[in-house]
């Protein structure tokens, strides 16, 4: 069974950087894995923040940017606003199916 | 603009059936993919199934293979799950979702509807 591994939390400073990861267990995370983000806050439903490894939609504030990184997917946050405090997860596909990482609780602090 | 909506959830016991619905309506249902994805109390989120856009392809979790069905009915805009044999672990919030990872500004979800296994 494929885990998808994030850090459980992490705390930033307003108007500091973070950078948030997702591993996989089968192996490094590449561009044909098509690394999604999302941000989930309290009694919400999710939002797609970044889609494609990289690309942001057109409500993706421009703070938030993804990446590759060390075999990893990356979500950095720039800029820290105290809205941006929420569960983050990851979304890998392995052609066909899917499977969300454990998720990240960024406390803005 | 886009909506989705889910029915169906309740409580239900260890072993029993369900079947969730999910209403669409605001795109073109027909050209596109959709997902369930839950949510226990609590805990992340997990992909539950994904269902091409004409029916022809359907994928499920681990979690949920061989118990659960992914269909649709493009004549009615509509959605399903079907759970058999269900678990207490199966309890969780279900939601709908287009979830196009390859692709901007198509990610919409509906609000969610709450299965609870017990007995």
């Known amino acids: 069974q494929t885990v998808v591994t994030q850090e459980p939390s992490l705390t930033v400073s307003p108007g500091g950087t973070v950078t948030l990861t997702c591993a996989s267990s089968t192996g490094a995370v590449t561009s044909g894995y098509y690394p999604n983000w999302f941000q989930q806050k309290p009694g919400q439903a999710p939002r797609a923040l970044i889609y494609?490894?990289?690309y942001k939609h057109s409500w993706t504030p421009a703070r938030f940017s993804g990446s590759l990184l060390g075999g990893k997917a990356a979500l950095t946050l720039s800029g820290v606003q105290p809205e941006d405090e929420a569960e983050y997860y990851c979304l890998l596909y392995y052609g066909g199916a899917y499977v969300f990482g454990t998720g990240t609780k960024v406390t803005v602090l | 603009q886009v909506q989705l909506v889910e029915s169906g959830g309740g409580v239900v016991q260890p072993g029993k059936s369900l079947r969730l619905s999910c209403a669409v309506s605001g795109f073109t249902f027909n050209s596109y993919g959709v997902h369930w994805v839950r949510q226990a109390p609590g805990k992340g989120l997990e992909w539950v199934a994904v269902?091409?856009?004409?029916?022809?392809?359907?994928y499920y979790a681990d979690s949920v293979k061989g118990r659960f069905t992914i269909s649709r009915d493009n004549s009615k805009n509509t959605l399903y799950l079907q759970m058999n044999s269900l678990r207490t672990e199966d309890t969780a919030v279900y939601y709908c979702a287009t979830l196009d990872v390859f692709n901007a500004d198509f990610d919409h979800w509906g609000q969610g509807t709450l299965v609870t296994v017990s007995s």
């Open positions: 494609g490894t990289n």
């Open positions: 269902i091409s856009y004409d029916g022809s392809n359907k």
